[in-house]
């Protein structure tokens, strides 16, 4: 599920609609949550917001830190903290959880993203 959720992360960087949407799991059960978005529910909906995102994106790159990773027989999650960047500049902070469902053939698909803006504890 690590590669998977890796395999999302490469495809945001890469600004690769085709990618993005190899990762998810095409469904009307999934839900996705952008950072100050509705919840979105549905693949038609949520591939959209992805294709909204990437041709609206110039570059985008992620640093991910304190990544928990469960799986629990065919649902797994990951939760981390995600370090936008701009090329060298930080754009943003999210706390995200990710979530993954195993498909017949042993895969991991996405079936819910929900990324929420982090600020920065000072002090």
């Known amino acids: 599920m690590a590669e998977a959720n890796a395999a999302f ?3 945001f960087e890469a600004l690769d609609l085709e990618r993005m949407q190899a990762v998810w799991l095409h469904s009307d059960e999934v839900k996705c949550i952008h950072p100050g978005w509705e919840l979105l529910t549905g693949w038609k909906a949520v591939s959209e917001s992805w294709a909204a995102i990437l041709a609206n994106t110039a570059r985008i790159r ?4 304190d990544v928990s990773v469960v799986a629990n027989g065919g649902i797994g999650w990951v ?18 959880t990710n979530l993954f469902q195993q498909n017949a053939d042993g ?4 079936i819910h993203h929900h990324a929420s803006p982090f600020a920065r504890r000072t002090g």
């Open 79 to 96: 939760a981390c903290l995600e370090h936008m960047y701009d090329g060298e500049n930080l754009a943003g902070l999210a706390v995200t």
């Open 107 to 110: 895969r991991w698909l996405m």
């Open 62 to 65: 992620f640093e991910l830190r």
């Open 9 to 11: 992360y490469h495809a």
